[in-house]
């Protein structure tokens, strides 16, 4: 079983919503629950709302690309989805996506 972390950027088989098929992506681990993790999406798509955060440190937490990180597109994945490890967030990108949760992300009823 692999080791994986909160704070970890990781390739995933990421179901589609059918669940007929899977997609190869990178995600950030939020936190872990059990055999589950927690995962925000990354995409190389601009943020588009106050919930998608750029990430300044992109490269030197081993992403190919400039990246955000979706927290409004939050899986939960079994540990056999993970792949391989790509990195880990930087303190200060780390800092931001805590700043935004906080402030954005609550239960809406």
Known sequence: MMNIKAGEFWVVNLPFTTLKSTKKRPVLVLWLDGDDAVCA?????????????ALENWENSGLKVASTVRLSRLDCLEKS?????????????????????????????
């Open 81 to 109: 989805l993970f792949i391989a490890k790509i990195g880990i967030i930087s303190d200060e990108d780390g800092e931001k996506i805590k700043i935004t949760w906080t402030a954005n992300i609550k239960p809406q009823f």
């Open 41 to 53: 999406v990354v995409t190389s798509a601009k943020p588009r709302t106050v919930t998608d955060i």
